[in-house]
């Protein structure tokens, strides 16, 4: 009885403290701790998500996302959607990061030959975004990170993407925060400014990765993305050029690359022929949700598609999210239905 009055209690304060008389379409995955930036795999029939895990910081917010200062990774299972969710505990702390000053942000895992890899973005002692990776025997951890950043690695957001012929890539970057204007020449330059608005967008990155899995075996690439006349998005075009939040899905041959546009808030989606692109934008697959951040993963579970994404609905504070699941749905022509968190 209490707790089903605690529960409508804060349901109801939530609603007040947002303004909202908006509904949420999905609840939190877990509330015991905040996760945010969730990438959803299936291993072993099993649903895995590898979020990032919000704490709080003293840090004010400011464009370099300097309120984001993650310490350690905790993964998350379920044996189906709606399942009880596990926490699997601490899988990789900072303290066990050789290179890494700062930030544990955005990661991502894939699974390879009896090996678990956690690729994750973190900024090194000189407070440059580079991009790690761990290994493990286990889904969960605990992870064993190696002792340097990858090579030719740079910004965040990774994203790992296997294709059917077994080729894994790895999708990245991220600006404002994220530093990705700072490699406009190939070399990190402090002061690199983002585009102005009617040259083009900059691109998120792609590289192949070695059949070791621990580093890429080529040059870093820009991933175009292009209106309907082939055109490439301007830096201008706020509400569809990429901002972060790199995913890759392939849908009956087709490859979808979605991603956030950040300062607009949405998840944005362009599709094409092959993990290089280029990729033509076709829409939104979220809204804007409660919270600065939008970033998502999709995700086929037993024939249905997902949505992993996260909001603020536990705390109201743009640095403390929660990950949450909803059905995603591709229309016949294989355009995505556009989701809004709330109703
Ligand atoms: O979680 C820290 C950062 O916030 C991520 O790397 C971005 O994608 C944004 O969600």
């Known amino acids: 009885m209490k707790k089903q009055f605690l529960t409508a209690f804060f349901l109801a304060t939530s609603m007040a403290v947002f303004g909202q008389s908006k509904k949420p379409i999905s609840q939190p995955l877990v509330s015991h701790i905040f996760t945010a930036d969730p990438s959803a795999h299936v291993f072993n029939g099993k649903i895995y998500i590898y ?5 709080e910081s003293d840090t004010k917010r400011n464009d370099d996302g300097g ?17 009880k969710v596990t926490d699997h505990g601490v899988a990789l702390d900072i303290k066990d990061i050789p290179w890494v000053g700062r930030q544990l942000w955005a990661p991502d895992a894939a699974f390879k030959n009896g090996t678990y890899y956690l690729y994750f973005p973190a900024k090194d002692k000189d407070d440059i975004f580079r ?50 204007q700072r490699w406009k020449t190939g070399t990190y330059e402090q002061n690199g400014k983002l585009q102005e608005d009617n040259q083009p967008a900059l691109a998120p990155k792609i590289a192949k990765l070695s059949k070791d899995m621990l580093s890429f075996s080529e040059e870093a690439k820009d991933v175009k993305i292009l ?17 972060e939040a790199s995913w890759l899905h392939k849908y009956k ?15 944005a989606y362009a599709t094409g022929d092959n993990p290089y692109g280029p990729f033509t934008y076709q829409g939104v697959v979220l809204n804007p949700v409660d919270g600065w951040t939008n970033h998502h993963s999709i ?7 997902y949505l992993f994404y996260h909001d603020v609905q536990l705390s109201g504070k743009t640095h403390l999210r929660n990950v949450k699941v909803t059905e995603l749905k591709h229309n016949p022509d294989g355009s995505i239905h556009t989701i809004t968190a709330y109703k």
């Open 51 to 55: 979020p990032s895990h919000d704490i």
């Open 67 to 83: 309120s984001f200062d993650m310490k350690d990774y905790r993964i998350l299972s379920m044996d189906k959607i709606g399942g």
């Open 131 to 180: 991009m790690g990776v761990a290994t493990s025997k286990s889904p969960v951890g605990p992870f064993k990170a190696e002792p340097a950043p990858i090579k030719g690695s740079f910004s965040i957001d990774p994203c790992v993407f296997k294709d059917t012929d077994g080729s894994f890539y790895m999708y990245f970057g991220g600006i404002w925060g994220g530093q990705l």
């Open 227 to 243: 209106d309907k006349n082939g055109i490439e998005l301007l830096a201008g075009d706020n509400n569809k050029r990429f901002f």
């Open 253 to 267: 041959g087709k490859y979808y690359f979605s991603y956030s546009t950040g300062d607009t808030h949405l998840i």
């Open 299 to 305: 995700v086929e579970v037993k024939g249905k598609w």
